[in-house]
């Protein structure tokens, strides 16, 4: 089985600041990682994901995700943020072997002007 | 392309009754799960469908099932609905049920009085 930890359940940042959002993961076996992004009232889109390679991966709007296998964390940042950052981000894990997502509690992003 | 629809979109029912939602997958996508979204237990996985057969199922009680059709539309009944069912139900739907991205839909708000 595996579980994920969000170490930061709110993070209040002001525009332009950086941001760093923390997810540690178990599992016993291998497994690929996640960080969907969700607006109110609206459902889940993938921001980024590792599967294999590169340990830094990158999404289009700026967000990067570092995999550290060592401290099993798969933690976002985003150098400089925007009021529309503001949303709830969630860290996933995947069996390799499975297709079911386990998620963490979330993180709420506010970007403060 | 269109992506993942969830109907309804709200849907307000009393303890005792049974619900129906539905969800139509992007077309070409043959795998559906189904997720549970609610403040206290976070995001919790239902099942998933492919090519009609259940092929994983998360630890909820047998109230919760689900179908899917040969056209990949899926459904998720509850019956005898409890306070604690609401909850924003998400589907979500992938190419071939692998590593690949799941996309989900807006999601169905239920909720129980």
């Known amino acids: 089985a595996q579980s994920v930890t969000q170490l930061d359940s709110q993070v209040p940042v002001f525009e332009e600041a950086p941001v760093e959002l923390r997810c540690n993961y178990s599992s016993s076996v291998s497994v690929y990682l996640f960080w969907y992004v969700q607006y109110p009232n609206q459902g889940l889109q993938l921001l980024l994901k590792y599967l294999s390679g590169s340990t830094l991966v990158e999404s289009i709007n700026g967000f990067e995700a570092e995999f550290n296998k060592s401290q099993t964390s798969f933690h976002l940042r985003k150098p400089s943020v925007h009021i529309s950052d503001t949303a709830e981000y969630f860290c996933?894990?995947?069996?390799?072997?499975?297709?079911?997502?386990?998620f963490g509690e979330g993180t709420q992003l506010t970007v403060n002007p | 392309k269109a992506g993942v629809t969830q109907t309804p979109r709200y849907l307000i029912k009393t303890r005792g009754q049974q619900v129906t939602l539905s969800c139509s997958p992007i077309s070409g996508h043959r795998s559906v799960s189904w997720y549970q979204q609610t403040p206290g237990q976070g995001l919790q996985f239902l099942f998933e469908y492919f090519s009609e057969t259940q092929r994983n199922k998360g630890n909820f009680p047998g109230r919760f099932s689900g179908r899917q059709f040969s056209n990949s539309r899926s459904e998720m009944n509850v019956s005898t609905l409890e306070l604690g069912d609401s909850a924003l139900y998400l589907c979500?739907?992938?190419?071939?049920?692998?590593?690949?991205?799941?996309?989900f839909g807006q999601g169905t708000r239920l909720t129980v009085v």
């Open positions: 979500a739907s992938r190419t071939t049920g692998g590593i690949t991205e799941a996309f």
């Open positions: 996933a894990v995947m069996e390799t072997s499975g297709s079911r997502l386990t």
